[in-house]
């Protein structure tokens, strides 16, 4: 099957540290897949490179074969990229409904005369906008307070905003960046149900994640890298038991069998 | 236009009897030419309120804009006989242009940087303002500029110009407000609240800020022609850096995160300025100073801020 995502060569550098070294992998449509690695292992940097928040010194990435290496991040986002942030990055001033609503920023069109003069075509895009946020919202369950200041939520809720604006893009992938951090075991089962129910609604997931629990359990496919290296790749079974990743990442005295 | 329908009704209201209240207490006699002036500064203001208070960029440098309008307007009427509607327009067609040569490179700046990128673009008008004798008449500007008028009748008499002003400043909240409340306006807090993650959920942030800086521009340039069309008089001394500096003071008192707090806090300094601290003479700087130290430590939200805050007390105490 064709590739939804494909890097091919990435490589990072700053100064001195080289963060990634000719990273290649595909990412299949319809995937679950997993950027695992120790601390500083460069999981983010590449998130980074895929999203153009950060411009990769080599290499190149393709979306749905196409090249999308010279597109600025707002070109990928309208390309089908979107993405949650490692550390929350919601919109604190803007309520939880408008924080959606931007996220309808790249599927609507009206511009500045229209939206000042409030056309016609401007209130019936709008109304279909707000519609469009609000299914979102419904779909990661924060329905009930679309009027709060974004801020105001508690961590797993922010969480949860932030994908629920990363889909309101309606993106062919979406990445997410640590999405467990910060979650109790609770919001953590709530979560791995809706990146299953993502998937299943025709969204293609990749994400990075420190919880080894949640990325063994949901992801069809993992990527391990390490100083910047790609390690190993394959399915969670093998990953576990693959002698590098072991030695890299997990350590060497545990006992894997109950992981 | 559900939304703020009784903000706007109140402020139409309040506009309507104004002038009724100056006519019969003759102690504030001349108040209505000091509105005509805070309904020019709010025009400024609006524009800068959704620049700094929306998009949350800075700028030290808006009365540039209101001169380049006021100018533009004023030269090619006086000198090259231009009807002042069109002369208005020029201006506003040369404030955009010079907002976008502008902005292209100095919206890359960010907090104090883009403060002084943009106050250097400002110094840089008034000089010109200065020296371009030939055309700006220099330090002692020119007079005879023509009023405004629909065939006819002339806008010259403090009544008619403060329904025009106020017309149009009625006109220019009403933009705003529909673009606060659109995508655009969306976009715009976004940019002010996470630029990265703006830009990451398609938001062409440059994009977005350049064209902000040139729609506040536009707001300062019409203001600027209104201002000359009022006086018939212009010199450089109206564009200079402390004007700026009052612009954003306005935004600031009256509540950055709202236009209406910059029509208040324009209508309010206007008469602080032009009214109540003229026995201060030269000190009222001090004063301003004072105040803008007040409101940033005890009143960050602005005077608008002010009735939640007395609400969320209340609700404590309880």
Not at chain 1, 5 to 10: P, S, V, Y
Not at chain 1, 19 to 43: C, E, H, M, S, Y
Request: proline content about 4%; charged content about 15%.
């Amino acid at each position: 099957m064709e590739p939804l995502l494909e890097t091919t060569g990435i490589t990072k550098h700053f100064g001195g540290i080289q963060a990634l070294n000719d990273i290649t992998f595909k990412v299949r449509p319809g995937q679950i897949k997993a950027i695992i690695g120790p601390n500083g292992a460069g999981k983010t940097t590449l998130f980074n490179c895929i999203s153009g928040v950060l411009k990769a010194d080599k290499g190149d990435i393709k979306l749905n074969g196409q090249s999308i290496t010279g597109f600025p991040p707002h070109k990928r986002a309208q390309a089908g990229i979107s993405r949650t942030f490692q550390n929350v990055a919601i919109f604190p001033e803007m309520t939880v409904l408008e924080n959606v609503l931007v996220g309808r920023h790249c599927r609507s069109r009206c511009e500045m005369l229209q939206a000042g003069f409030r056309t016609r075509s401007m209130r019936n895009e709008e109304r279909e906008i707000v519609e469009k946020a609000w299914n979102f919202l419904e779909f990661v369950g924060l329905e009930n307070q679309t009027e709060k200041r974004a801020g105001e939520l508690p961590l797993g809720d922010q969480r949860l905003l932030e994908i629920a604006r990363a889909l309101a893009t309606e993106p062919k992938i979406v990445l997410l960046d640590e999405p467990a951090g910060g979650l109790n075991t609770k919001e953590t089962e709530r979560l791995a149900e809706l990146i299953h129910q993502i998937r299943d609604s025709g969204i293609t997931v990749l994400l990075v994640e420190h919880d080894m629990n949640l990325v063994m359990d949901i992801s069809d496919e993992i990527l391990v890298i390490n100083f910047g290296e790609r390690l190993a790749e394959g399915n969670p079974k093998s990953i576990k038991s693959n002698p590098d990743v072991i030695n890299a990442y997990l350590g060497e005295d545990i006992d894997y069998s109950d992981l | 236009m559900g939304y703020e329908k009784k903000k706007i009704l109140c402020l139409i209201l309040f506009l309507v009897i104004f002038p009724v209240l100056v006519n019969y207490i003759p102690a504030i006699s001349n108040y209505l030419e000091v509105m005509i002036f805070a309904g020019i500064f709010c025009l400024v203001t609006i524009g800068l309120s959704l620049l700094m208070g929306y998009a949350g960029q800075i700028s030290l440098g808006h009365a540039a804009f209101l001169g380049i309008g006021a100018y533009s307007s004023g030269i090619l009427t006086t000198k090259f006989g231009l009807s002042p509607w069109l002369g208005i327009l020029a201006g506003v067609a040369l404030s955009s242009a010079i907002a976008v040569v502008v902005g292209i490179p100095s919206l890359k700046l960010k907090g104090h940087y883009l403060a002084m990128a943009t106050l250097g673009f400002g110094e840089i008008v008034f000089i010109v303002f200065n020296e371009e004798v030939d055309l700006t008449g220099g330090p002692s500007g020119f007079a005879d500029i023509p009023y405004l008028h629909i065939g006819s009748f002339e806008f010259t008499s403090e009544l008619t110009y403060y329904i025009l002003v106020w017309s149009v400043v009625l006109i220019g909240l009403f933009f705003a407000l529909n673009l606060i409340h659109s995508r655009v306006g969306r976009a715009w807090k976004a940019i002010h609240g996470n630029e990265l993650a703006a830009e990451a959920m398609g938001v062409p942030t440059s994009k977005y800020k350049l064209k902000i800086f040139v729609l506040s521009s536009i707001y300062a340039s019409i203001a600027g022609s209104l201002y000359t069309h009022y006086i018939c008089f212009l010199n450089p001394s109206s564009f200079d850096l402390f004007w700026s500096i009052k612009f954003v003071m306005m935004v600031i008192v009256g509540g950055m995160n709202s236009v209406w707090g910059a029509i208040i806090g324009t209508v309010l300094l206007t008469y602080l300025g032009n009214e109540w601290l003229t026995a201060f003479k030269h000190f009222d700087v001090l004063v301003y100073g004072f105040i803008l130290l007040l409101i940033t430590m005890f009143l960050p939200g602005g005077i608008v801020s002010l009735p939640e805050i007395l609400k969320s007390k209340r609700t404590i105490t309880r």
